[in-house]
């Protein structure tokens, strides 16, 4: 039977990563990594064997000693520290979470000796965006942007150096911008439709609304995911990402069309980035020239589902 081991597997991009899991129809086993007391609830069919474990990826003896135990085929690497805001307040966390761990795992399968293949996760937000318009795996890097990109250049850093020296087996992707129903309003869009929906506020607060974003469905995103860990070569990156650009202020403006009424938008100088990012869009090209994928689901009805899980939480 096939292992999966996925590291922050009740995250928000954790469950919809497992909840594709429902399409394979072959047994496999699932192990669904989290800290302290978090339990992943996912409906799959009965021949997906699914464990919560409950482990500090922080800690190398525990990683060893699970990957060890476990002996996966494949390692998901989805646990970070992922908000660009909060790595300009927590950068020691940050860069604590998203290097040590990651090193954790590749240290434990190069001791093991296993053949057990790696998808690392890293961001859009690596680039050098003033060197191009459209992003390319190809395109320059800048660790400088904010401590989040450092972080994330240097765990690609790791997973270069562990590929070319210890022929470790990892496949590395560049994630744009993904949102949709369960995101916490850590994120921009999710904290739009937060605001929007409060009757107690007539106005919204927002940081800088001129970014322009390449924003992808979540459900697509992991689908991509999927496709590369089966299909994506080893040492390799790949964009995942929608080809588009949108401003925000237009997409609070889809959310206002969606629902029908607007408020004031006021922008509040504590929502401002010490320093942001102002246009990230991608190219897709290679991932799909790979494995035929592309994105499915239209922004629109991304933002409608999202305001349906909340006007549904609301009710609850």
Known sequence: MITYFVTGACGFVGHYFINHFKNIQTPIKIIACARGSHAISVMLPPHIEIINYQIELNDFEAVKKALQHFQPQYIIHLAAVSSVSQSWLKPLECIQNNTTIFLNILESVRILEFKTRILSISSSEVYDVLKTKILKETSKLNANNNPYALARISQENYSQFYVKNYHLDIVN??????????????????????????????????????????????????????????????????????????K?????????????????????????????????????????????????????????????????????
């Open 173 to 246: 992707v560049r994630a744009f911008m993904h949102i949709g129903p369960l995101q916490t309003t850590q994120f921009v869009v999710s904290a739009f439709i937060d605001k929007a929906l409060d009757t107690n506020q007539k106005k919204i607060f927002v940081g800088n609304l001129d970014v322009v974003r390449d924003i992808t469905d979540v459900r697509d995103t992991v689908c991509a995911y999927h496709n590369l860990l089966e299909k994506g070569q080893s040492g390799a990156f790949y964009n995942v990402c929608s080809g588009r650009g949108i």
């Open 248 to 316: 925000l202020k237009n997409v609070l403006k889809l959310i206002f069309n969606i629902l029908g009424y607007e408020k004031e938008v006021v922008i509040d100088p504590n929502l401002l980035r010490k320093q942001d990012t102002m246009k990230i869009v991608g190219s897709y090209e290679k991932l799909r020239e790979l494995t035929q994928w592309q994105p499915s689901i239209s922004l629109i009805q991304t933002l409608k589902d999202m305001i349906t899980d909340k006007k549904q939480k609301l009710l609850n």
